[in-house]
């Protein structure tokens, strides 16, 4: 169980940035298969609230859980970590 307080944080890659004020943020995870016992690779989009319009598609971000901005917006863009090349 999580302690009061602390929020869930997810590293992905911005797939879109075509919203004003709002990134897709593409996150991958390795899940271990329940019948083969062979890991696979899961993707979750979530849509995350960019104050600046500061990300850049394929840059490296950290999102970090917040209330509902939005329909769909319940993260928002922690920081930068990589700038696409």
């Known amino acids: 169980m999580r302690k009061r307080g602390m929020r869930r944080q997810l590293v992905g890659k911005i797939v879109s940035n075509k919203m004003d004020k709002t990134a897709i943020v593409m996150v991958e995870r390795l899940v271990k298969h329940r019948f083969y016992h062979k890991y696979v690779r899961k993707r979750s989009k979530f849509a995350a609230h960019d104050e600046g319009n500061v990300c850049q598609i394929g840059d490296k971000v950290s999102i970090i859980e917040s209330r ?7 993260w928002r ?3 930068v970590i990589a700038k696409a090349v």
Not at 68 to 74: A, F, G
């Open 68 to 74: 509902p901005l939005s329909k769909t917006k319940r």
């Open 77 to 79: 863009v922690n920081k």
